[in-house]
């Protein structure tokens, strides 16, 4: 009865250590899926400041073709 006990002991301590690693693993994705999402989040907010950029990169562009335009017809 006593190896059967000690068996069962190791089992358990088998258990334990196996759900602690578990637990572990399972904060670690959590953990993962927060930076994720604000991962996502941040990069979603540089792409729509990329495109304003982008719009106001093409205004001052016509603007100077305009300019360009205009002093090229006064000569």
């Known amino acids: 009865m006593d190896s059967e006990a000690g068996l ?5 301590l088998v258990r334990a250590s196996l759900t602690a690693r578990l637990d572990a693993q399972d904060n670690l994705l959590r953990a993962l899926a927060v ?3 604000d991962h996502t989040r941040r990069l979603t907010r540089l792409e729509g400041g990329q495109r ?3 719009g106001a990169v093409a205004r001052v562009e016509v603007g100077l073709q305009t300019i360009i335009t205009l002093l090229s017809n006064d000569h």
């Open 8 to 12: 069962r002991a190791m089992m358990d």
């Open 35 to 37: 930076t994720q999402s």
């Open 52 to 54: 304003d950029l982008q």
